[in-house]
């Protein structure tokens, strides 16, 4: 169990091997679903690989998506683990803070996968498996990228709930790279 970091030691434990993959898994996973969408769109290897079927495809990369995905928030959990605690996320209504910040992140996550079904979700666009019309109900109405704003929402609630500075700044890069992955695919 990690330690109240003292006013001498450092917030963030950046020596630690934990960190460096985690950080790099955030960065790893809208890399590889862009490149792979993309490869995709103008290559179809997956539908080919599949025997021209291109909704197996699009579930095979949901399936390879949705799995590295679980692997990178297992890879944060331990790395919050195992990071040092700070005074300053210990305040006691700090916990209501994460709590409603997880809600509405997850509210917004579960709510745009609802909207936009399996194939929506999970890259189908490329596949040529389009939406009858663009979703404008919520939580469309309320952003564009319901899905990246909402994990952000979550990794910062779980930041703080855990009390950790290293997780504030995973945090940061999780929204840093959902906007450039947002820059690529608007």
Not at 23 to 36: C, D, R, Y
Not at 126 to 145: C, E, Q
């Amino acid at each position: 169990m990690s330690k109240l970091a003292s006013q001498s030691e450092p917030l963030i434990d950046f020596t630690q091997p934990a960190f460096i993959i985690s950080a790099l898994s955030i960065a790893f996973n809208p890399i590889f679903w862009n490149t792979v969408a993309r490869n995709e769109y103008h290559h179809k290897t997956l539908t080919k690989l599949f025997n021209n079927n291109s909704l197996h495809a699009c579930y095979f990369l949901a399936l390879t998506i949705f799995s590295i995905g679980l692997f990178r928030d297992y890879l944060y959990e331990r790395t919050l683990s195992s990071q040092p605690l700070s005074a300053t996320l210990s305040h006691p209504l700090l916990p209501y803070l994460a709590y409603a910040l997880l809600a509405a992140g997850n509210t917004l996550v579960l709510s745009s996968m609802y909207a936009l079904g399996l194939t929506g979700t999970y890259l189908g666009d490329y596949f040529g498996i389009l939406m009858p019309a663009r979703v404008t109900s919520f939580p469309f109405n309320v952003t564009d990228a319901p899905m990246y704003y909402g994990s952000t929402m979550s990794f910062l609630g779980t930041a703080i709930l855990y009390q950790r500075v290293a997780g504030l700044v995973l945090t940061g890069e999780v929204l840093a790279v959902y906007l450039v992955a947002l820059s690529f695919e608007e």
